[in-house]
């Protein structure tokens, strides 16, 4: 069956008594939505302060390929296989965007007998978290608009609005637009563009808040634009849109609950995409589970270099989180894509491909254990054309290196499928009180805090700019050179060349382009092409999703 079959046929139970029973939650404290999911009050969350903060795991995984690594299914079934285990365990997971959804990538809910449900819920519109955050993303734009059409007391300088329009979907249309057409009633003539919702600092904030009075204060320092003397900044408190967007994000600051195939407990809540943002989940989410059970799984978007880069360098310095271990996910078919096969030919067997690809697992895994300082798991993600020499050599590979690595089969077999994984898991945090190093330390200038992931994350020989992106930079530095830098790239490589498979090194990254997130707390770089609007592929998902006069939802993986 298809992952969305598998879904339908799920045996759910009302998650109010679910919360009830595993985590005695009362009632009261949790709003459904339907009656499969629902949201935890911020007074509850509050009032769980004084428990003692369990184990917290991160799943990540080599760079991805179109063969898929399969993070969320690993998370969600690890999770599952430790409760099995009776290990009290929650998985914090991100929120879909629709935008991939209705593209290539598919939803983020795991697949086979490793998912969350209500799949299509998730996946599609869920509590409504995105909307508001597009709402208030793009309430601030208006009132930056209607602000220059009736007068611009405050001086903005049009041509240095840095605060764009977003929606949740990919269309590359929308990247560089003109607003105002149409004549003076129109407001004034510019250009503007569109960002997708993932990407926008209000996400950004939302993941990185900590009660609403943290939210509020965020969103009002946003640097939406600067004067006409080009120096002072203009924020979003100036136009008093602060205390409106925080209103917006009522409901979407709270953390959402569902259950897994196996009725275990999730938290679903933000979800940045960790190419062009700091890719994880609400650190409201993480901290709410951390109190609730004893051990927490969490998973950092794409590959290791982008997402868990991100989590330890801005999510656990910001929120001060502990991680005890990481799981690095891999496949023999990303593997073999990595060793230079086409798509159409992963699913035979090729064992000079996957050892010429296996360098992309190696450098991620020496990312993980020399420059993150954790302890790392390797996840063999079973596929069912996975041949035994196949997995015995990468098993073989990973032992002459000193890793862990388990074959775990919960795409096929759920949580009963990952219980050896979980036991390497176990054996590893029980015995170790959690700590980690970060790639760059605060008082780092920031052009040295991008050469240090460059260098040391990608293996890159050099970092360069325009004289004008460098002159940026060192601007920002005067005011905020103890932000973080959150690396805008490609997912698919180490480089900025989406096609350099495998490990490549001692390339030259180019960063063109350096954008404030003052409300965040970081500064995003963007390096080589990325775009922060992505595409639909020449055939998207869209075409094969429909809906069924019963209402029921196929098509959707």
Same mark, same amino acid.
């Not at 879909?96 to 449900?117: E, I, T, W």
């Not at 650190?283 to 978007?301: C, F, H, Q, S």
């Not at 982008?306 to 593997?335: H, N, Q, W, Y």
């Not at 954008?515 to 707390?521: C, F, P």
């Given at each position: 069956?298809?992952?969305?079959?598998?879904?339908?046929?799920?045996?759910?139970?009302?998650?109010i008594?679910?919360?009830?029973?595993k985590?005695n939650?009362?009632?009261?404290?949790?709003?459904p939505?339907?009656?499969y999911?629902?949201k935890?009050?911020?007074e509850?969350?509050?009032s769980?302060t004084?428990?003692?903060?369990?184990?917290?795991i991160?799943?990540t995984?080599?760079?991805?390929?179109p063969a898929?690594? $399969?993070?969320?299914?690993?998370t969600?079934?690890l999770?599952?296989?430790m409760?099995?285990?009776?290990?009290n365990t929650?998985?914090?997971l991100?929120?879909?965007?629709?935008?991939?959804?209705?593209?290539?990538k598919?939803?983020?809910?795991?697949?086979?007998y490793a998912?969350?449900?209500?799949?299509?819920?998730i996946?599609?519109?869920?509590?409504?978290? #995105?909307?508001a955050?597009?709402?208030?993303?793009?309430?601030?734009?208006a009132?930056?608009?209607?602000?220059i059409?009736?007068?611009?007391?405050?001086?903005i300088?049009s041509r240095r609005?840095?605060?764009?329009?977003v *929606?949740?979907?990919?269309d590359r249309?929308?990247?560089?637009?003109?607003?105002?057409?149409?004549?003076?009633?129109?407001g004034?003539?510019?250009?503007?563009?569109?960002d997708?919702? *993932?990407?926008?600092? *209000?996400?950004?904030i939302? @993941?990185?808040?900590?009660?609403?009075a943290d939210?509020k204060?965020?969103?009002?320092?946003i640097?939406?634009a600067y004067?006409i003397?080009?120096?002072?900044p203009v924020y979003?408190?100036?136009?008093n849109?602060?205390?409106?967007?925080?209103?917006?994000?009522?409901d979407?600051?709270?953390?959402?609950?569902?259950?897994?195939?196996?009725?275990?407990?999730?938290?679903?809540?933000?979800g940045? #995409?960790?190419?062009?943002?700091?890719g994880?989940?609400t650190v409201? =989410?993480?901290k709410?589970?951390l109190?609730?059970?004893d051990?927490?799984?969490?998973?950092a978007?794409?590959?290791?270099?982008?997402g868990?880069?991100? #989590?330890?360098?801005?999510?656990?310095?910001m929120?001060g989180?502990?991680?005890?271990?990481?799981?690095l996910?891999?496949t023999?078919?990303?593997l073999?894509?990595?060793?230079?096969?086409?798509?159409?030919?992963?699913?035979?067997?090729?064992?000079e491909?996957?050892?010429a690809?296996?360098?992309?697992?190696e450098?991620?895994l020496n990312n993980?254990?020399?420059h993150?300082g954790?302890?790392?798991?390797?996840c063999?993600?079973?596929?069912?054309f996975?041949?035994? =020499?196949?997995i015995?050599?990468?098993?073989e590979?990973c032992?002459?290196l000193?890793?862990k @690595?388990?074959v775990?089969?919960?795409?096929?077999? $759920?949580?009963a499928g990952a219980?050896?994984?979980a036991?390497?898991?176990l054996?590893?945090?029980?015995?170790?009180?959690?700590?980690?190093?970060?790639?760059?330390?605060?008082?780092?200038p920031?052009w040295e805090?991008?050469e240090?992931?460059a260098?040391?994350?990608?293996?890159?020989?050099?970092v360069?700019?325009?004289?004008k992106?460098k002159?940026?930079?060192?601007a920002?530095?005067?005011?905020?050179?103890?932000?973080?830098? @959150?690396?805008a790239?490609?997912?698919m490589?180490?480089?900025t060349?989406?096609?350099?498979?495998?490990?490549?090194?001692?390339?030259?990254?180019e960063?063109?382009?350096?954008?404030?997130?003052?409300? =965040?707390?970081?500064i995003?770089v963007?390096?080589?092409?990325m775009?922060?609007?992505?595409?639909?592929p020449?055939?998207p998902?869209?075409e094969?999703?429909?809906?069924?006069?019963?209402?029921?939802?196929t098509?959707?993986?």
């Amino acid at each position: 069956m298809s992952d969305i079959e598998i879904a339908q046929q799920a045996k759910m139970l009302p998650i109010i008594d679910i919360a009830a029973e595993k985590l005695n939650i009362p009632a009261e404290h949790l709003d459904p939505y339907g009656h499969y999911k629902a949201k935890i009050s911020l007074e509850y969350i509050d009032s769980l302060t004084e428990q003692q903060d369990g184990k917290l795991i991160l799943v990540t995984a080599v760079s991805p390929t179109p063969a898929g690594e $399969g993070k969320t299914t690993t998370t969600v079934g690890l999770g599952d296989a430790m409760n099995r285990l009776g290990k009290n365990t929650i998985m914090c997971l991100r929120e879909p965007s629709l935008g991939p959804c209705f593209g290539m990538k598919g939803g983020a809910a795991g697949g086979g007998y490793a998912q969350v449900v209500p799949m299509e819920d998730i996946n599609l519109h869920f509590t409504g978290d #995105f909307h508001a955050i597009g709402v208030a993303h793009n309430l601030l734009s208006a009132m930056i608009d209607n602000h220059i059409n009736h007068g611009n007391d405050l001086g903005i300088d049009s041509r240095r609005i840095k605060w764009k329009r977003v *929606v949740d979907m990919n269309d590359r249309a929308l990247r560089h637009i003109t607003v105002g057409q149409g004549g003076s009633a129109n407001g004034y003539l510019r250009e503007d563009g569109y960002d997708i919702v *993932v990407a926008s600092e *209000v996400m950004a904030i939302l @993941c990185l808040a900590t009660s609403r009075a943290d939210l509020k204060e965020r969103l009002g320092r946003i640097v939406i634009a600067y004067k006409i003397d080009k120096i002072t900044p203009v924020y979003a408190r100036d136009l008093n849109a602060h205390g409106a967007m925080a209103a917006l994000l009522k409901d979407a600051i709270k953390p959402n609950l569902v259950q897994t195939l196996e009725n275990n407990l999730a938290i679903i809540h933000g979800g940045p #995409f960790a190419n062009i943002a700091h890719g994880c989940n609400t650190v409201t =989410a993480t901290k709410t589970a951390l109190k609730l059970a004893d051990y927490t799984i969490t998973e950092a978007g794409f590959g290791a270099d982008l997402g868990a880069e991100k #989590f330890i360098d801005i999510k656990c310095r910001m929120a001060g989180l502990k991680p005890s271990a990481v799981v690095l996910v891999a496949t023999a078919r990303a593997l073999k894509s990595h060793g230079g096969v086409a798509k159409e030919g992963l699913n035979n067997e090729n064992l000079e491909a996957l050892e010429a690809g296996f360098v992309n697992l190696e450098r991620h895994l020496n990312n993980i254990t020399q420059h993150y300082g954790l302890p790392c798991v390797v996840c063999i993600n079973h596929f069912t054309f996975d041949t035994e =020499a196949e997995i015995a050599l990468i098993i073989e590979k990973c032992a002459a290196l000193g890793a862990k @690595c388990v074959v775990s089969k919960h795409w096929a077999e $759920g949580g009963a499928g990952a219980e050896d994984l979980a036991k390497e898991v176990l054996a590893i945090v029980d015995n170790r009180e959690p700590g980690f190093t970060y790639v760059y330390d605060d008082k780092l200038p920031l052009w040295e805090k991008i050469e240090a992931v460059a260098t040391k994350i990608y293996a890159a020989a050099n970092v360069t700019a325009s004289p004008k992106v460098k002159a940026e930079i060192m601007a920002l530095q005067e005011q905020y050179g103890d932000f973080p830098v @959150c690396m805008a790239k490609t997912q698919m490589s180490f480089s900025t060349n989406p096609m350099a498979k495998g490990a490549p090194s001692g390339h030259t990254v180019e960063i063109t382009e350096a954008r404030l997130a003052n409300g =965040a707390g970081f500064i995003v770089v963007i390096a080589g092409n990325m775009m922060t609007m992505p595409g639909l592929p020449k055939v998207p998902a869209a075409e094969r999703i429909d809906i069924t006069d019963a209402g029921v939802i196929t098509g959707l993986f």
